[in-house]
């Protein structure tokens, strides 16, 4: 697992969510199966088993999945209502920081 580390001000808004970081630590995060059919799993390094969460965008940037805080370094998402190209974003539950963001693609 590599971290990467930003000195810059990362914005994404949405609805109503807006985040700001700085001087930020980003993880790698690995998808599998991508492309996906009915779902795919993100894994990353979770070391300290802290909790994080993941929010899934459409290319439109609206919100189409946000999952459920959990300590476990694999989240599985459920893809079976979505199709195309989707981005998602991994937060650390505690200090809601972004952590990693990556894509999804969805075939039927």
């Not at 779902?39 to 088993?49: C, L, M, P, Q």
């Not at 893809?79 to 894509?103: A, I, N, P, V, W």
């Amino acid at each position: 697992i590599r971290i990467l580390t930003y000195n810059t001000t990362i914005i994404a808004q949405n609805d109503e969510a807006r985040f700001e970081q700085s001087n930020q630590q980003f993880i790698e995060a690995a998808v599998y199966p991508n492309p996906a059919v009915h779902f795919t799993t993100i894994s990353f390094s979770n070391d300290d088993a802290q909790s994080h969460y993941v929010e899934v965008f459409d290319l439109l940037g609206s919100k189409v999945m946000s999952l459920p805080p959990t300590n476990r370094a694999e989240i599985e998402v459920d893809t079976t209502q979505l199709e195309g190209l989707y981005f998602f974003y991994l937060f650390s539950s505690s200090s809601k920081q972004m952590l990693s963001t990556g894509r999804i693609v969805v075939k039927r």
